[in-house]
């Protein structure tokens, strides 16, 4: 690691901190009522009604039904005198999940709380400052595979042309509107970066899968949701129809395994010797993966390459991958994922110890009308993440 890192990192570590303080100001025991019914002028102590829930509502509009990690919002009354709703889950009290509520949960007779990861299916009971309870008549749902919730809840990372592509599922429940679609919005921004148009029917469901391109380029490192848009005048209250926020990045760095990226004139691009390329140095055997999804172009042996591969990019672009310890991997004309191996590091041909020597051709790519490029930033900005 290089010592330009330590800033990101520190300013990462102040960003979990910051949220560690939110987390402990959620959790802290609510303040007096203020907000709860007003003292009488008489004096004397008032004990606010119980709270009774009439309707339980998720994001996605459905009724006693939620998936974890959606809103939940609460309707009836007194509920303002809330401070926790417990998820009863199943009859043993093994599986209750209390979540404490902060003084502000409850507005305007609603009271919104997130459904825990951990929670089960079953009535839910809503607890008060003064430590009564009651417990509601219907059961709570709660379930995983919801309409507009995806099943790559686990995926956290998105490599742009992986072999895993993000997956979200949907289900319109009547004919979409006019506009209604699967997103892929940038969090950062609010950015919607690619759509996917719904069709108009009946009961609507489908699948979008999503390998992180927009047309031919990978979308910018970020954090990225997949959400579903329901048109008209749904769009905005449609927050719960959406993925797990995941990290999107837009190449993986090719040396699967410790690694030295050459800072010398005559590691880097250009200089005396005119070197078309960048030197990045790992032991022999070091697995070697394609940085990005291509069309392998071509393969061979050289007396100065040694063994060789090159990859075309979607957008024209290629990438000529040098001195491999064997023959590569794959064969001319292959499509490859982001991730797959190429072979691995080597000292073929005109090398002085294990290295790759990698080459970034524009488009229309090597010995195809294309230049040779300095790769040395993206490698510098992969390597920070991958
Ligand atoms: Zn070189």
Redesign the pocket.
Known sequence: MSPAHTPTRARRLAALLALAAAAVAVAAPAAPAQDGPAPEATGGLVVPGKPVVSTALCANQRSWTCARGQVLTLRGDDLSAARAVIYLGGADDGDDVRVPLGPRAAQAGELLTIVPRRARSGPLKIVTALGTATETEQDLSVVDDIPGIDDARRLTKLVAGGRRPAVFRYRLEDAPATGAAVEAVRVSDGRVVRRWPLEREGDATGEVRWDGYVGDEPARTGTYVLRLNRGGEAAASAVGDASPQFDLLEALFPIRGRHTIGRTET?RFGGARD?Q???VFARCGTPLAALSKGVVHFTGAHGRAGNYVVVNQPNGESYAY?HLRDAPLVRKGQRVFAGQRLGYVGDTGRAFGC?L?IELWTAPGWYQGGRPRDPFADLVRWDAWS
């Open positions: 590691q070197h390329g960048h030197d040098m290295h020597h």
